[in-house]
């Protein structure tokens, strides 16, 4: 079993950062790939970024150039740094493990934290 807990979520302005952080309890941490997804209200979760057990990383088209994803195999932490927030961005976050990080498809994903909040307001 695996316990997964976010941080960092908050309320920004448009065009300012944050980190989100991912502490993840599991064995063999770094043999895992893993990934941040979002959900807005009303609407579907979809995956943001990932990254698999050898450093590979993808990104949602909407992300891409604002969000980086990385991990710290020695400390079994997961990283989400998102630059030039806009209110699009604005969803419940979750990390998740061990699933396919090409596809991002969150029901390949299986085992889940249970979200940080981010609102950026414009």
């Known amino acids: 079993q695996a316990q997964l807990v976010e941080s960092g979520g908050g309320s920004v302005q448009a065009g300012e950062s944050l980190r989100l952080s991912c502490a993840v309890t599991?064995?063999?941490?770094?043999?895992?790939?893993m990934g941040w997804f979002r959900q807005a209200p009303g609407k579907e979760r979809e995956g943001v970024a990932a990254?698999?057990?050898?450093?590979?990383?993808t990104y949602a088209e909407a992300v891409k150039g604002r969000f980086t994803i990385s991990r710290d195999n020695a400390k079994n932490l997961l990283y989400l740094q998102m630059n030039n927030l806009r209110p699009e961005d604005t969803a419940m976050y979750y990390c998740?493990?061990?699933?396919?990080?090409?596809?991002?498809?969150?029901?390949?994903?299986?085992?889940w934290g249970q979200g940080t909040q981010v609102t950026v307001s414009s």
């Open positions: 990254m698999d057990r050898y450093g590979t990383t």
């Open positions: 998740a493990v061990h699933g396919n990080c090409y596809t991002r498809q969150p029901e390949t994903f299986n085992y």
């Open positions: 599991l064995s063999n941490f770094r043999t895992y790939g």
